[in-house]
């Protein structure tokens, strides 16, 4: 077992990428998306080419990875996607690591503009602990059942 305070957050724009890196990433999304998922969608999109990636890495292995989403490029808030754990390293907190980071970096970024995600229906009460709240019925998504989730605009005083 690791312990995520250990492990660094990296954090990155696509177009300022490594090669390097972002092979690493496109082997970790295929082992979770394709091998252990089974699906069959395109997982590289252009929407990679306007995303800010962020992952954690353990001995040159991508453990863990999310990508930020700009508010406008799939829906008026910004939005998180792509969220995976390697299998060997979950229920260790590294998702949860992640995902407020991934929140930190979005209201530091561009203010409160609220977070939209595609959940995974399993992972429903994960994503409500961090604040999210269920906006949709439960559709197939990839041949998965997700839930759109909505963490709303934080107004400052």
Not at 58 to 79: D, H, N, Q, V
């Amino acid at each position: 077992m690791i312990t995520s305070d250990t492990l660094p957050i990296r954090i990155c724009p696509f177009e300022a990428l490594p090669t390097t890196s972002y092979h690493r990433i496109v082997q970790a999304r295929e082992k979770v998306f394709f091998l252990e998922q089974h699906i069959t969608c395109p997982d590289a999109d252009d929407t990679d080419l306007r995303s800010i990636f962020q992952w954690i890495e353990r001995s040159g292995r991508i453990i863990a990875f999310l990508r930020i989403i700009p508010p406008g490029i799939i829906c008026k808030e910004a939005s998180v996607g792509r969220v995976l754990v390697d299998r060997e390293f979950r229920r260790q907190g590294l998702c949860r690591k992640m995902m407020r980071s991934a929140l930190q970096y979005i209201e530091t970024t561009w203010g409160p503009c609220g977070v939209r995600i595609s959940a995974q229906a399993h992972l429903e009460r994960f994503y409500t602990s961090l604040g999210f709240e269920t906006v949709t019925p439960p559709y197939e998504e990839a041949g998965i059942r997700h839930v759109g989730m909505l963490l709303h605009a934080k107004t400052r005083p």
